[in-house]
């Protein structure tokens, strides 16, 4: 579960059905609670009825549920300092927390005044940074993660890149990270008609090229059936 995740990509390359694909496994998983927050609202919208918490297009609410999340963070490692620890198991009764923001371009360059934006912006990076040991992980979504978009020092932090078509080797290596292309690995390699195919790096790995698995809104409309009957029984 300590996995943070930064998709990236071109519009209509996959960006949203991947995301879609863990937090579909999240939602199936009773001791994991969702938070979920969609610039683009639709995405991530079918899985509320399950999320603790979901934010459609609205950056005010989007920093009142990150301030909550950072809050909770810092009382987790209270409790890890408290008893001489430094991650959270099971045993603690703390349960998991998905953060899955997709379109996070929205809420870093696009909406709100720049005072917010730079507060969601360090709230991120600070979830990211701290929250593994913490059992709070973020995986997030965003065409093009370049320094004007997403900071570099909130990208470098993600140990997880998922590369989905990109239009040039240069936007291919600000999602994986720089001299991939060159060593070959270039999502600028991936066809148009290859619809969720991705280049999946791993901390410390080498690419993979890997595939998602297209949910249709009556799959996931299913599958969260399931997880609310699941997490009830829980
Ligand atoms: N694994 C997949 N298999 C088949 N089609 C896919 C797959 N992933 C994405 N697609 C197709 O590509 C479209 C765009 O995907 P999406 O995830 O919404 O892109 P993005 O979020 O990057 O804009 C989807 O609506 C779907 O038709
Ligand atoms: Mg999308």
Redesign the pocket.
């Known amino acids: 579960m300590y996995r943070n995740v930064l998709l990236g ?12 694909n863990i937090v579909s496994h999240a939602a199936l998983c009773t001791d994991v609670d969702l938070v979920l927050i969609d610039g683009k609202l639709v ?1 991530l919208l079918p899985y509320a009825p399950i999320a603790k918490e979901f934010v459609g297009n609205n950056i005010t609410q989007a920093l009142k549920v990150l301030r909550g999340l950072q809050a909770e963070m810092d009382n987790r490692y209270l409790h890890l300092a408290q008893t001489s620890r430094k991650k959270i198991t099971p045993k603690d009764g703390y349960r998991a927390t998905l953060l899955a923001i ?1 379109e996070l371009a929205y809420f870093s360059v696009t909406v709100g005044t720049p005072e917010q934006q730079k507060e969601f912006v360090t709230l991120v990076r600070d979830l990211v940074a701290r929250g593994r040991a913490a059992g709070i992980i973020v995986v997030a ?1 965003t ?1 093009r993660p370049s320094a004007d978009i997403v900071p570099t020092t909130l990208r470098d932090l993600f140990s997880y890149r998922l590369a ?1 078509r990109c239009t040039t080797d240069s936007s291919s290596d600000i999602i994986l990270g720089t001299g991939w292309a060159k060593e070959g690995y270039s999502a600028k390699q991936i066809s148009p008609d290859a ?3 991705g280049l999946l790096l791993a901390e410390g790995g080498i690419p993979r090229r890997i ?4 949910l249709t809104d009556p799959h996931v409309h299913k599958l969260v059936r399931r997880a609310a009957h699941l997490r009830r029984a829980a």
């Open positions: 990509g071109e519009p209509g390359s996959g960006k949203s059905v991947a995301l879609g995405e997709d979504a065409q989905f619809l969720g195919v595939k998602s698995a297209f």
